[in-house]
């Protein structure tokens, strides 16, 4: 890794941020008179009308402790979404620097990086859906910034080796991005714990899957406190509203019910899993660490629409490199799954 400050584009480098009234002054007050606010309550049962801490701190003082880092290694956002648009800002110069993301995969880093007019160095995933590590570590000079690794991986579901992450980490110049939306669902261990050893890793998490909150908009970036620091400094001052602060704490006070989600959804894979195997329309049922399967079947076009038929909205991955005639299908409630299975039932019937 190069050093955080040659790696920042230079005009983020040399950026005053903008100063809040709540980031200037952030202590307790009898009567607060500095932000304009107004002073009257809400027109709504709750109260809005006071800023919210800029820097969540309440919830991050919750997640910390679950996750066993300090709240200043966190940063809190808009979702995962919010996370990696500022990376690309805070490091990816327009028509200059480059990223590197490994197809099929989540489609944010590459949609991201195009709104900033960064190029995107496609290295796709190999058989069984395996990091292609030597292939990007050819791209492990700058101006290369930023590498995206998501593991488990959307759509294919399965996890990265974690030596090929280690390696990636020590070999680049620029940062590694490790998206870990799915890690809840997994049984190998976050590389949250193990950021001291990789100054240049980013990881991403978020509340919109395991933790139920994909409404809410809560996403995560561990990282060190010099790069978390780096994303505060460019942030939107407010960019969590006192209602999702609110709900995250209460969230994060009820990790009993993550916990049971995240075994119900454990059965109900292995279940369907099971199940989808068995038609004879389906070829294949990729391994999964996350709380959905990508399966192969014979014309995912055509099974598509036969479920959107039957009110079935699966996701069709057919036009994703290595997913030829593959459609990713979330694992629902029980109920769910069994109008799913009955769904497919009739269709063996029809194909048959
Ligand atoms: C769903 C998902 C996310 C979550 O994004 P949010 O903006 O936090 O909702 C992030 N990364 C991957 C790979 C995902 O599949």
Redo the contacts with the bound molecule.
Sequence with gaps: MRALNSLLRDNIRLLTPYSSARSEFAGVASVYLDANESAYGSPVATAYNRYPDPLQRASKQKLAALRGVSPEQIFLG???????DLLMRAFCDPGKDRIVISPP??G?YSTAAHVQGVEVISVPLVEGFELDLSGMLEYSALPTKLMFV?SP???SGNLVQSDKIEELCRGIDGLVVL?E??TDFCSDKSFVSRLEEFPNLVI??????AWGL?GL????AYASPEIISVLNRIKFPYNMSQAIQETLEKALDNTNYVESVVSKTLVERTRIADALSKFSFVSEVFPSD?NFLLIRVADADRLYNDLLKRGIVVRNRTTQPLCQNCVRITIGTESENEMLLSALQELEADYG
């Excluded at 991403?204 to 899957?209: C, I, R, V, Y």
């Excluded at 908009?217 to 995560?220: E, L, P, S």
């Design positions: 808009n979702g995962s979404d919010e996370a990696i995969t989540f944010m998501c991986n959307n759509p998206d939306a799915y991403l998490q978020t509340f919109s899957k994909a908009r809560a996403g995560v996350a």
